[in-house]
């Protein structure tokens, strides 16, 4: 048997977390696809942000592009690629004073699947179900009794 492929929802705003590597500081930090975000000297432009369905197996993943502002002013490229948040070490930001990672994506909608008219299903003959036992009531259970007090004995 075949299995059909994951399916995919874009998302329209991709989640990131940022370590200030100065300061220790994690700051988590939401940008919309195709939108630029500065975080301390860089600047995160994610490009698309997919999830599967919460039918399939949690898979998040981001094509980013992440520029570093020079203290000349200058714009650098100093990635460009996929990020997965089930691996954040994989493809992350490593800067000298900064880090940065996928976290979630989130804003999607479920895909749609087409629904087929009631008049156009196909007729498959009705299947007898096979006879259940009855079910036998279950016990129910009860605290056990409280214990007597003990007595004090004085010594």
Same mark, same amino acid.
């Given at each position: 048997?075949?299995?059909?492929?994951?399916?995919? /929802?874009?998302?329209?705003?991709?989640?990131?977390?940022?370590?200030?590597?100065?300061?220790?500081?994690?700051?988590?930090?939401?940008?919309?696809?195709? =939108?630029?975000?500065?975080?301390?000297?860089?600047?995160?432009?994610?490009?698309?942000?997919?999830?599967?369905?919460?039918?399939?197996?949690?898979?998040?993943?981001?094509?980013? =592009?992440?520029?570093?502002?020079?203290?000349?002013? =200058?714009?650098?490229? /100093?990635?460009?690629?996929?990020?997965?948040?089930?691996?954040?070490?994989?493809?992350?930001?490593?800067?000298?004073?900064?880090?940065?990672?996928?976290?979630?994506?989130?804003?999607?909608?479920?895909?749609?699947?087409? =629904?087929?008219?009631?008049?156009?299903?196909?007729?498959?003959?009705?299947?007898?179900?096979?006879?259940?036992?009855?079910?036998?009531?279950?016990?129910?259970?009860?605290?056990?009794?409280?214990?007597?007090?003990?007595?004090?004995?004085?010594?």
């Amino acid at each position: 048997m075949v299995e059909p492929p994951p399916q995919r /929802i874009a998302n329209p705003t991709a989640v990131f977390s940022g370590l200030d590597k100065i300061t220790g500081r994690i700051i988590s930090f939401d940008v919309a696809t195709n =939108e630029t975000v500065q975080f301390g000297a860089l600047q995160v432009t994610p490009r698309v942000c997919y999830t599967r369905p919460a039918t399939e197996t949690p898979n998040t993943d981001g094509f980013v =592009e992440v520029d570093e502002v020079t203290l000349q002013g =200058e714009i650098k490229r /100093i990635f460009t690629g996929w990020m997965f948040a089930s691996s954040p070490g994989l493809h992350a930001v490593e800067h000298p004073i900064y880090d940065v990672w996928l976290t979630d994506c989130k804003g999607g909608q479920n895909p749609s699947v087409a =629904e087929v008219p009631a008049d156009a299903a196909p007729k498959q003959p009705a299947r007898a179900q096979p006879a259940q036992p009855p079910q036998q009531p279950q016990p129910q259970r009860r605290p056990p009794p409280p214990r007597p007090p003990t007595p004090f004995a004085p010594r």
